[in-house]
């Protein structure tokens, strides 16, 4: 179960935003992340929930930012309620998508435990339901997902395979570079993985 911290920073300006100290791991029926945030000051601010099934489809998410609260699924497309600070007012929302995005590293594995893609296949494009902090906000992108390489890199046990994504934003244009190494980002836009006490963990295949 690989349990670390990732630093979380604006991928613009460099600013520090905070850590998202985070625990996950496959299960029998597909895998679960969970972290905790806190602000730049070391404050908590906010928390990840999101639980996928053996395809990578998200059966269960709930996030929290700023008393703002999100829970969602992968139902008619994706299904989510957001409730405001007060509790009084939720609004739902439904959009016909393939997955939930955020600011979260937990959002990059479940995208491409959903596409699996493999080195040399054309790139895909996929609509996406994102949650925009501090308010989760909802607005619904499109990407384009492509794997461009894989490398093995050794270690003391067994080889640590990296995939490298090119990932483009479609409606502005801009493209930057994922790496993941099996459930865990090593780097992306605005993360960097600081802290992890045990490898990260592979998917098999259902």
């Not at 619904?140 to 890199?153: I, K, M």
């Given at each position: ?27 029998p029926s ?38 703002w609260q999100v ?16 509790g ?17 590293p ?5 995208i491409?435990?959903?596409?699996r ?9 996929i ?12 607005r ?14 050794a270690t ?16 502005t ?22 802290e ?11």
């Open positions: 179960m690989p349990r670390g911290r990732y630093s979380l920073h604006d991928p613009h300006d460099h600013s520090p935003l905070g850590n998202e100290h985070f625990h996950c791991a496959p299960g597909g895998w679960r992340y969970v972290s905790q945030l806190t602000g730049p000051s070391g404050t908590p601010a906010g928390s990840v929930d999101l639980a996928i099934d053996d395809l990578g489809r998200p059966i269960r998410l709930q996030l929290q930012r700023s008393d829970r969602g699924a992968a139902i008619d497309g994706m299904t989510w309620v957001r409730t405001d600070p007060t009084e007012h939720a609004t739902e929302g439904n959009v016909r998508a393939h997955a939930f995005t955020g600011a979260s937990a959002f990059y594995v479940a491409a435990r959903l596409l893609l493999s080195p040399g296949d054309e790139a895909v494009r609509r996406l339901v994102s949650f925009t902090a501090p308010v989760l906000a909802p619904t992108l499109d990407q384009s997902w492509a794997l461009v390489a894989r490398t093995a890199h003391d046990n067994d080889p640590l395979e990296v995939d490298e994504y090119q990932v483009s934003e479609l409606d244009g801009e493209q930057y570079a994922v790496h993941l190494a099996g459930d865990v980002v090593l780097s992306a836009p605005g993360i960097e993985l600081e992890l006490e045990s490898p990260p963990s592979s998917f098999g295949t259902p």
